[in-house]
């Protein structure tokens, strides 16, 4: 098991030294301060996301596969659009943000979402929780701290950079905030996968856990449907080929 220092977001790059450094499409969690806090409170009962390892199995219906495909053939399959002027803040709205008011960020909402056992500071801070990484299926330990060490990411299922190259050009600045702080579009995962992935589509990244891999190109399409973006054709046919096999 391993045990995790502190709280990271985001794309990194894994440094030949083993540091785990920013990647292209990296939201860096802001560093956790000294303060004095509430006592933590304590989440025991199962979860609704995929920390707790009720999708990181892969579960996916028939209905799922399905309706991924019907939307997969509503995409227009065109070439990538240039990366310039991608900006991650200027684009799509700093890391991370309270887009549906509820009074806590994106960030701690999926780290609530998807680790299990979670243990807060006040209503919205998760200092600790264990994650079953949805991309490889391996079991972390998550601890906040100041000295971060990046095992735990927060993911983009279609990556910002690769939306902003698919079609988020024409999104509005609010569309685009939106999408960057998705429910859907969005899981804690362990760092090495996320560093590995950086902005890649299914045509060059997919979890290293197979059995994932259905839930995870149906997220792709979900979310690429929903903000009007569109699929290049490498990446059209490998959606098709994990879809195939669910």
């Known amino acids: 098991m391993i045990v995790l220092l502190a709280l990271a977001v985001g794309g990194y790059a894994l440094h030949s030294t083993g540091v785990l450094l920013p990647g292209p499409d990296a939201d860096a ?46 995409l227009p399959v065109k070439g990538k659009a240039p990366a310039t002027g991608y900006d991650r ?17 994106t960030r701690n909402d999926i780290l609530a979402r998807d680790l299990g056992d ?22 972390v330990d998550f601890v906040r701290g100041q000295d971060t060490s990046t095992l735990v990411q927060i993911d983009h299922v279609v990556a910002l950079e690769n939306a902003w190259r698919t079609g988020a050009q024409q999104l509005t600045q609010a569309q685009r905030v939106a999408l ?13 996968s996320n560093s590995q992935k950086r902005s890649g589509d299914a045509a060059t990244w997919l979890p290293a856990n ?18 009007g973006l569109w699929v290049v054709p490498a990446e059209r046919e490998a959606v098709l080929r994990v879809l195939a096999s669910c």
């Not at 000294?34 to 933590?40: G, I, M």
């Not at 684009?91 to 960020?105: K, R, T």
């Not at 994932?212 to 399409?221: A, W």
Request: net charge negative; glycine share 10%.
């Open 180 to 192: 960057a702080n998705d429910p859907d579009n969005l899981f804690a995962v362990d760092g090495r």
């Open 29 to 74: 969690a802001p560093a956790a301060t000294a303060t004095a806090s509430a006592e933590p409170t304590i989440s025991t009962g199962p979860t609704t996301g995929v920390g707790d390892g009720t999708d990181a199995g892969g579960a996916s219906s028939p209905d799922a596969v399905a309706e991924a495909k019907r939307l997969l053939d509503t």
């Open 118 to 139: 979670v243990v807060r500071r006040g209503p919205c801070t998760v200092t600790s929780g264990t994650l079953v990484s949805p991309y490889t299926g391996a079991t």
């Open 89 to 105: 803040v200027e684009q799509f709205g700093s890391a991370w943000l309270d887009v549906d008011h509820n009074g806590c960020d």
């Open 210 to 227: 197979r059995a994932f891999r259905c839930t995870y190109v149906e997220h792709q399409v979900s979310v690429k449907a929903e903000y």
